[in-house]
Every structure is written in C-alpha cells, then in structure tokens.
C-alpha cells in the first residue's frame, strides 16, 4: 500500500485518516511456509515540521500454514496496533528505520514487521489438537508416542538392577 502524505506535509501536526490493504509475499518462518491474506491497514498519520511522517493505527490478516501438531492445514487470525514515525531520506535498507522518499509512504516493511511480529509460535489446527496421523491414518496421542523412548536414564535402571541382583546372590 502507498499513501500519499502531500497534504500532511504542507500542515504539520494536522492528522488524516487512512485505509488500505497490503500484500505480502509468502514467507519460511521456522522452517515452515506461511501465506498471508491481504492485510488490511487503517489508521491516521500526521507530518512534522523535519518532514518524518508519523502512522499510527492497527492492521489485521489471517495467516495459513500447517499444525505443528497434525501437520494439517491451519489458519490464525492476526490483529497489531501500531505506531511508527517514517524518516524523509533515510535509508531504506536500514532495518531499524522506516524510510520514505518524495511524497509516498510503502506500507509493505511496517505491514511485513508487524505480522511476523504477531505470529504464535507454534499454528495450530484447532485449540485441542494434540494429535499426530500415523502411517494408516489413524490418530496418535504425541504423549503417548513420544514417552516410551524417552527414557534417559534407562541405562543407569539397567545397572542398578543388575548390582542389586549381583549383591542378593
């Protein structure tokens, strides 16, 4: 989304309403890829006298990816506010900025920081999913299937087991 800031430049501190959607490519997060709906932007902005350009508002998606615990497909809406200042002339590969040249705000690096920013750490399907498919389709507890080969110290029952044995005879 590019916003036009003309006005606001030429009466600082005056704010204006905004609305728009931002697309967003596809992005690997973790390993994994997620897709993005357009995320809608709203807001209002106001100019300084230096000439940065002040957004503030709140923007929303839904992402898609897989459950990280079935590996079905699941969605999770995502909401953020925020509040940035964009920079006239400053340097648009510089991560810690938000960088604008002539009249024109890109939305994209704010829209992109923000909803990354809002993701959960791990996507799941559904609130209650704890469930893995085996090879036939079946469900299979992650608790269940993960227990009996964690056993860290199985060795050491092992030996203390065979001392015990060794010491009664």
């Known amino acids: 989304m590019k916003l036009n800031v003309t006005q606001a430049l030429k009466n600082p501190g005056q704010e204006y309403p905004f609305e728009g959607e931002q697309t967003m490519a596809s992005q690997i997060v973790s390993g994994e890829e997620i897709t993005f709906d357009p995320v809608a932007l709203r807001g209002v902005y106001s100019a300084t006298e230096d000439g940065s350009v002040t957004v503030e508002g709140s923007l929303s998606t839904v992402a898609h990816g897989q459950c990280a615990n079935c590996l079905e497909p699941a969605s999770v809406s995502i909401e953020a506010d925020y509040r940035e200042t964009f920079q006239r002339n400053g340097d648009p590969e510089d991560d810690e900025i938000f960088a604008y040249e002539g009249y024109t705000l ?24 704890a469930l893995l498919k085996d090879d ?34």
């Open 106 to 129: 890109d939305f994209g690096k704010l829209a992109l920081s923000y909803t990354l920013l809002s993701l959960p750490m791990r996507m799941l399907c559904r609130e209650d999913c």
């Open 136 to 169: 036939s389709g079946d469900d299979v507890c992650l608790c269940q299937k993960e227990a009996p080969t964690q056993r860290p110290f199985a060795a050491l029952q092992q030996l203390l087991t065979e001392k015990s044995n060794t010491n009664e005879q």
